[in-house]
């Protein structure tokens, strides 16, 4: 059973910087397929950012260029630097995992019902 927590979460004005972290309890981050979501009264869940064990990445739309996800395998730790955040990104955030499948060969990468394991989600919130 893999086992997720997030932390990182807070408030920040627009244009600023927040960098989340999710820890992982697997024998092995490399042997996952990672990701970022989030969920707002607004949008919904929405899938942020994801990464496979070979790096491949993919990113939603109106975060590209503004957000990064890095896997730290040692660590067992994901992440999602945002940079240059604006009100419209406010939402928990939460990271999910599945076992490895190249992120090419997934559907969509950024689908919920792609991902097997959760975490609780952490906070952001952003104010103009």
């Known amino acids: 059973q893999e086992r997720l ?32 979501f989030r969920r707002s009264t607004e949008a919904g869940r929405e899938g942020v950012a994801a990464i496979d ?21 040692a660590k067992k730790t994901l992440y999602l630097q945002m940079d240059n955040l604006k009100p419209e990104d406010t939402a928990m955030y939460y990271c999910a995992s599945r076992r490895y499948v190249p992120l090419a060969a997934m559907a969509h990468g950024l689908a919920g019902e792609e991902y097997t ?12």
Not at 23 to 35: D, V
């Open 5 to 36: 927590v997030e932390s990182g979460g807070g408030s920040v004005q627009a244009g600023g910087s927040l960098r989340l972290s999710c820890t992982t309890s697997g024998s092995t981050a490399s042997s996952y397929t990672l990701a970022w």
């Open 53 to 73: 064990s070979r790096s491949n990445t993919k990113y939603k739309a109106s975060v590209k260029g503004r957000f990064t996800i890095s896997l730290d395998a």
């Open 117 to 128: 394991y959760w975490g609780q989600g952490t906070q952001v919130t952003v104010s103009s």
